[in-house]
C-alpha cells in the first residue's frame, strides 16, 4: 500500500512534530511535509498553542506550488475551529491531491471528521503508515483527549537496592550527571512536575529546568494534604517564573487555605480525608485547568500513593550502581506491599538505556480503577 518513500517522507514529518515537544500543549506534536514528484517543497511543524498548525505552515512555505501534490502530516488533520481555522479548509483550498497520516486525532470533534471532510472533497486519504511510531509520539495528548487526565511519569533515581534516599533522609545524588540532566529536559517537556510535602522540607528543591541552552519552567504543584508547607520554601519565592499549585485534601482548614492564597498561590481542593489527598482527584482537577502531561518526582510517600492508586502510565528510573542499605531507608515503593509475586506491579514495553554510569530503565503498565 504504501512504498519505501512515503515512509521516508512521513518519517521526517514525524522528526520535524518532535521540534515542537514541550510547547504545544494541550495541542498534540504534527508535522507535515509537502511533496511533489517525488520531492520535498515545503514543510512544516506545530510550534505552539495557538500558533499555525503544522499543515498551514508546510502549505504557506510551499508558496501556491502546493496544486496536486501529496501531504505528509503525523496526525489527521482539524476540521472544527478552535484557536485556529480548521486545517481541512486550507488544505481543500490548496489543491492538494493526496493526504497520508498515520492515525486519527482522538479529540472527538475531530475524529474521523476531517478524514471525512477531505475525502467529500475529492481528496485521496490514506492512514495506517508507521502508526505506531505516531501513536507513541502524542502519547500525552491521546491520554488527555481520552479521559481528560494528564498523562503521568513516574522519574526516580534508586540505589541498586531500591533505595531513594539514605535512613538519614540523603539523596543528593544517586544519580549522576548525565541523568539529572536529562531530568531538566523531562522537566521542559512536561506542563507540572509533583512531588510531596517531605521532599519540599526535606530537599527544599527549585523543580526549575536548568539546561544550558535555556527552557521552560513547569508548573509546580506540591501535594499538601493539610497545608502545612513552610512558606519560606523555595518553590514560593518571588523571582521564579513558574507557577506554583498547592494540592490539599477536602478536609483541610479554611483557615489555612486563606493563607496559601494570600500568598498568591493557587490551591487544589483534591478529595481525600485525614490530611491524604486522593491523586486521582488531583489529576481531574489539573486536567481541568488543561494539564496535560506531569511527572511525579518524589518522594516515597506520593510514589507509594501513586503506584497504589494506579495513576502512573509511565516510569522513569534511573538506576545508579550504589548498595545503600538500612531497613529504615525510603524505597521507591512501600507501603504494605503485595503477599505474593503474582500480585506485582510488572512494567511491559520495556526500554533500557545508559546514561554515564546510571541505567535509564524506562517502562509502561497498564491502566485500571483507581482506587479512591
Same mark, same amino acid.
Given at each position: ?12 514529518? =514525524?522528526?520535524?512534530?518532535?521540534? +515542537? ?29 495557538? +500558533? ?78 508507521? #502508526? ?21 511519569? =513516574? ?55 536548568? =539546561? #544550558? ?59 481525600? *480525608?485525614? +490530611? ?10 489539573? +486536567? ?33 550502581? =550504589? ?42 503498565? *497498564? ?6
Amino acid at each position: 500500500m504504501f512504498s519505501p518513500d512515503d515512509e521516508l517522507f512521513m518519517r521526517r514529518a =514525524l522528526s520535524l512534530a518532535v521540534k +515542537g515537544r514541550g510547547r504545544t500543549s494541550p495541542n498534540p506534536l504534527v508535522g507535515a511535509v509537502v511533496v511533489r514528484d517525488g520531492c520535498i517543497i515545503s514543510e512544516g511543524y506545530h510550534a505552539r498553542a495557538g +500558533g499555525p498548525h503544522a499543515e498551514v505552515v508546510a502549505l504557506e512555505g510551499a508558496a501556491g506550488a502546493v496544486h496536486g501534490a501529496d501531504l505528509y502530516v503525523t496526525l489527521e488533520p482539524c476540521c472544527h475551529h478552535g484557536r485556529t481555522p480548521p486545517c481541512t479548509a486550507r488544505i481543500i483550498q490548496a489543491g492538494i491531491r493526496r493526504v497520508v497520516i498515520p492515525t486519527f486525532d482522538p479529540n472527538p470533534l475531530v475524529s474521523g471528521r476531517g478524514v471525512q471532510t477531505l475525502r467529500a472533497a475529492g481528496i485521496l486519504v490514506e492512514s495506517g503508515l508507521l #502508526s505506531e511510531e505516531a501513536a507513541n509520539l502524542n502519547e500525552t495528548f491521546t491520554k488527555f483527549m481520552t479521559y481528560r487526565t494528564p498523562f503521568v511519569i =513516574l522519574k526516580a533515581a534508586v540505589s541498586l537496592d531500591g533505595k531513594i534516599a539514605t535512613r538519614t533522609g540523603d539523596a543528593r545524588w544517586i544519580s549522576g550527571e548525565q541523568s539529572r540532566e536529562y531530568v531538566h529536559g523531562m522537566r521542559d517537556q512536561v506542563d507540572a512536575v509533583i512531588v510531596g510535602m517531605g521532599t519540599v522540607r526535606r530537599d527544599n528543591p527549585r523543580l526549575t529546568t536548568r =539546561l #544550558s541552552e535555556g527552557g521552560h519552567d513547569p508548573i509546580r504543584v506540591i501535594v499538601d494534604g493539610l497545608g502545612l508547607l513552610p512558606l519560606d520554601a523555595q518553590v514560593f519565592q518571588t523571582g521564579v517564573d513558574s507557577q506554583t499549585w498547592v494540592a490539599v485534601a477536602a478536609d483541610t482548614t479554611p483557615e489555612r487555605i486563606d493563607t496559601l492564597e494570600r500568598r498568591g498561590l493557587a490551591v487544589l481542593e483534591a478529595g481525600g *480525608s485525614n +490530611g491524604r489527598v486522593c491523586l486521582e482527584h488531583l489529576l481531574k482537577r489539573l +486536567g481541568e485547568r488543561e494539564v496535560t502531561s506531569v511527572m511525579i518526582e518524589g518522594g516515597e510517600g506520593i510514589f507509594t500513593s501513586a503506584i497504589e492508586e494506579g495513576i502512573v502510565d509511565k516510569f522513569l528510573l534511573f538506576v545508579a550502581p =550504589l548498595l545503600v542499605g538500612g531497613k529504615t531507608a525510603p524505597s521507591l515503593f512501600g507501603g504494605a506491599g503485595v503477599e505474593e509475586i503474582g500480585q506485582a506491579l510488572r512494567l511491559s514495553r520495556l526500554r533500557i538505556g545508559q546514561l554515564g554510569e546510571d541505567l535509564l530503565i524506562e517502562g509502561y503498565r *497498564s491502566m485500571h480503577e483507581g482506587t479512591c
